[in-house]
């Protein structure tokens, strides 16, 4: 069993940044595709970044790409989702999420889902 427990969410004006954490228990990690999803209110999970096992291979949305940066550290059991260049539809519910080695662009492939952090852009 892994639980994962993200942080890192709050309130940012348009143009700024912020970083989630999304720690996972376990011993395992190392052999866990990592990835971030995010739902904003009325909408379905939106896949936004992932990364594999060893961090070699690593994948955004069009969306985020070149603003956000996804990475891992095995040792910490730990993957980061570094947010810049914010935007009021960035707005929505980061979830993190794990499964054996290799990720996935659909919510439901994953194995364990964390919780939740809300990440609000204002205008």
């Known amino acids: 069993q892994v639980q994962l427990v993200e942080s890192g969410g709050g309130l940012v004006q348009a143009g700024g940044s912020l970083r989630l954490s999304c720690a996972a228990s376990?011993?395992?990690?190392?052999?866990?595709?990592m990835a971030w999803f995010r739902q904003a209110p009325g909408k379905e999970h939106e896949f936004v970044a992932a990364i594999n096992w060893s961090g070699g291979n690593i994948y955004y949305a069009d969306s985020v790409k070149g603003r956000f940066t996804i990475s891992r550290d095995n040792a910490k059991n730990t993957v980061y989702l570094q947010m810049n260049s914010l935007k009021p539809e960035d707005t929505a519910v980061y979830y993190c999420a794990a499964r054996d080695y290799v990720w996935r662009l659909s919510w439901a492939e994953y194995t364990y889902w964390g919780q939740g952090t809300q990440v609000t852009v204002s205008s």
């Open positions: 376990g011993r395992t990690f190392s052999t866990y595709a």
